[in-house]
């Protein structure tokens, strides 16, 4: 019997937290998001950390508009899928 794989999307970012016992602000890696998954309700939203979000368009987003700083480089997103909505 094969285990069936889930997929989740992100329909949006809520907030976001420096890590427990993190001390650099400027340093992305020290960050977690809260993430609104899409089609579950906004209370389902969950801590994820940058690791498993920095390919994402939806993040690079909220991270310019909230003024945190990105390292060139960092993010790998295919743009034009997440923009013509294959993401």
Same mark, same amino acid.
């Given at each position: 019997?094969?285990?069936?794989?889930?997929?989740?999307?992100?329909? !949006?970012?809520?907030?976001?937290?420096?890590?427990? =016992?993190?001390? $650099?602000? $400027?340093?992305? $890696?020290?960050?977690?998001?809260?993430?609104?998954?899409? =089609?579950?309700?906004?209370?389902?939203?969950?801590?994820?950390?940058?690791? !498993?979000?920095?390919?994402?368009?939806?993040?690079?987003?909220?991270?310019?508009?909230? !003024?945190?700083?990105? $390292?060139? =480089?960092?993010?790998?997103?295919?743009? #034009?899928?997440? #923009?013509? =909505? !294959?993401?």
């Amino acid at each position: 019997q094969q285990s069936e794989t889930r997929k989740f999307e992100v329909q !949006n970012i809520l907030a976001h937290r420096l890590v427990t =016992g993190a001390t $650099d602000k $400027d340093l992305i $890696d020290n960050y977690e998001f809260k993430v609104h998954w899409k =089609g579950y309700a906004t209370v389902s939203a969950t801590w994820e950390p940058w690791e !498993n979000l920095k390919h994402l368009y939806v993040v690079e987003l909220y991270c310019r508009e909230n !003024n945190l700083k990105l $390292d060139e =480089g960092r993010i790998y997103d295919d743009c #034009l899928s997440y #923009l013509c =909505g !294959n993401i």
